[in-house]
């Protein structure tokens, strides 16, 4: 992570260095990130923590704007090969649940958080994900840094696997009165979205802008986007577009 300096100003104008405090805080930036997803990403919807698969517990499952699961998996230190290779058996494992099994494994967080999983995923237009065939899967790594050629793993291992990668890191400061300052940098793996399913998005898409005569206003919006070189990605009921080279991060639907 690249290295940050602060200073406070005080009362009488000059400027006290703000220590930095070590990310020994796993158990907290869960809790943190689990009340206040947006830490991540905006827009995100914890639905588990702790959520037990083959592979282990899976610190935190989130689904995102877009309807897409999220597997967030923390580490206290520095982000590694294991952390990525350990996500990754986490994503594996919960690829392969039925909505049966994915289901029951969410009922009591779900039921002790007051939320319904099938309006979540109605509400981002992706209710065909609770099909394991259908679902889409993003994996986040959160940490205090990463180590060095950790990215071109990352990228080695998304070619292979075709799972969109993130990274999250955050540097800790404490000032002289106690609190906790939060300094975030989130680093993404060049990918470019898989095309699973995306004819049948077009489809879709084209039936219903046909119904409500919104063509004309959707193409004008796919071709400013593409003259301004971002990603366009089609979805049942919507487009994303991102940046050209994130694929997974969304920007914007329309």
């Known amino acids: 992570m690249k290295k940050f300096a602060l200073w406070q100003r005080s009362k009488d104008g000059s400027l006290i260095r703000v220590e930095e405090a070590s990310l020994e805080l ?28 083959e592979a282990g517990p899976l610190d935190l499952l989130a689904i995102d704007p877009l309807g897409r699961w999220v597997v967030i998996e923390l580490k206290r230190g520095d982000l590694d090969r294991k952390t990525v290779a350990q996500a990754l058996d986490y994503e594996r ?17 779900l039921t002790k958080h007051r939320l319904n999983l099938d309006e979540l995923l109605e509400q981002r237009g992706a209710i065909e994900s609770l099909d394991p065939k259908q679902r889409q899967i993003l994996v986040v790594l959160v940490g205090a ?95 994303m577009f991102a940046p050209a080279s994130q694929g997974s991060r969304c920007l914007f639907t329309v």
């Open 26 to 53: 796993e158990e907290d930036l869960e809790s943190w990130i689990e009340n206040d997803p947006d830490l991540l990403q905006k827009g995100l919807k914890i639905v588990g923590r702790q959520l037990h698969v």
């Open 93 to 109: 494992c919960f690829s392969a649940l039925s909505a049966q099994e994915l289901r029951s494994k969410l009922a009591d967080y």
């Open 145 to 239: 840094g990463a180590a060095p050629g950790l990215e071109d793993f990352a990228k080695h291992l998304y070619e292979k696997f075709k799972v969109p990668i993130s990274m999250v890191l955050f540097q800790v400061f404490e000032p002289a009165r106690g609190d906790l300052l939060l300094v975030r940098e989130i680093r993404e793996i060049e990918t470019t979205l898989p095309s699973k399913d995306e004819l049948k998005s077009k489809v879709s898409l084209s039936a219903m802008t046909t119904q409500y005569g919104t063509q004309e206003l959707l193409q004008r919006a796919v071709d400013t986007a593409k003259d301004l070189g971002l990603h366009v990605r089609p979805w049942k009921t919507s487009v």
